[in-house]
């Protein structure tokens, strides 16, 4: 099996999304697989701005996000620490990111993910050991070995 899957915010803001069915789909079948695997992780920097944009976006859905943060506290978020915030730095500068997804990054590779998924950096980038998977373009059976 694969190593840990690291989810940017993106991923589960599709879920929720009614607009696009496809991109629904297919972060539906990698939330699923990533449940089921226990693959999964998050910081509680993708919680928080999970949170913020669903319900800025889907208001009437706030109960629902609020069970969806709930259920993935069991995924054990990274905490955004100084060691986090120093990497950070650096990966911001070493690849160009934005400081946002530099945490992101960081927090991957504090805890040992071999992938990130996320539809916001170049798909196939490998960043300090971590590689960018676009959900949309990537079925989870092709990167999850069971």
């Not at 928080?48 to 669903?54: G, L, M, N, S, T």
């Not at 996320?118 to 971590?130: A, F, H, K, P, S």
């Amino acid at each position: 099996m694969t190593g840990p899957v690291f989810v940017d915010t993106n991923v589960f803001l599709y879920v929720f999304d009614p607009a696009n069915k496809e991109k629904q789909t297919a972060a539906e079948a990698w939330r699923q697989e990533l449940w089921e695997s226990g693959m999964g992780r998050i910081s509680y920097q993708v919680l928080q701005e999970f949170y913020v944009k669903a319900t800025q976006k889907w208001p009437e859905s706030r109960d629902e996000v609020r069970a969806e943060v709930t259920d993935l506290l069991t995924w054990r978020p990274v905490k955004v620490d100084a060691k986090i915030l120093d990497r950070g730095w650096k990966l911001q500068d070493r690849y160009q990111l934005s400081f946002w997804d530099a945490l992101i990054v960081a927090a991957a590779v504090s805890i040992g993910c071999s992938y990130l998924l996320t539809e916001d950096l170049q798909r196939g980038q490998n960043l300090d050991g971590v590689v960018v998977v676009n959900p949309f373009q990537t079925d989870p059976s092709a990167l999850l070995a069971h």
